[in-house]
């Protein structure tokens, strides 16, 4: 069984950063993609960004383009979200999320197989 387990949030100021981490257990597969997702409070879920374990491609959403980045250590199965330049719009629960092979841009949360408990991420003005 995979297991899923973020951390990093807290509260920040505009501007600042913070560093998301997902500790995953129980991967079997050599392919596989981990996105981040978030979901702020009477909005849907929605994909952040995500990276493949084949050749470590890479996505993200336009809103985060240029200020977040996606990294892992595939050989301890730690990956990260490293965000920059927070905006309070970027308050939400963010999810980390695994799925078995598949393509980073296609972020619809139904793909994904397993999820973490979620971290909560206020940046406040």
């Known amino acids: 069984e995979v297991q899923l387990v973020e951390s990093g949030g807290g509260l920040v100021q505009a501007g600042g950063s913070l560093r998301l981490s997902c500790a995953a257990s129980?991967?079997?597969?050599?392919?596989?993609?981990i996105g981040w997702f978030r979901q702020a409070p009477g909005k849907e879920r929605e994909g952040v960004s995500a990276i493949s374990s084949i050749g470590g491609s890479t996505y993200y959403a336009d809103s985060v383009k240029g200020r977040f980045t996606i990294s892992s250590d595939n050989a301890k199965n730690n990956f990260y979200l490293q965000m920059d330049s927070l905006k309070p719009e970027d308050t939400a629960v963010y999810y980390c999320a695994a799925r078995w092979g598949g393509i980073v841009s296609t972020m619809w949360p139904s793909f994904y197989d397993s999820w973490g408990q979620g971290t909560q991420v206020t940046v406040s003005s």
């Open positions: 129980g991967i079997t597969f050599d392919e596989y993609v």
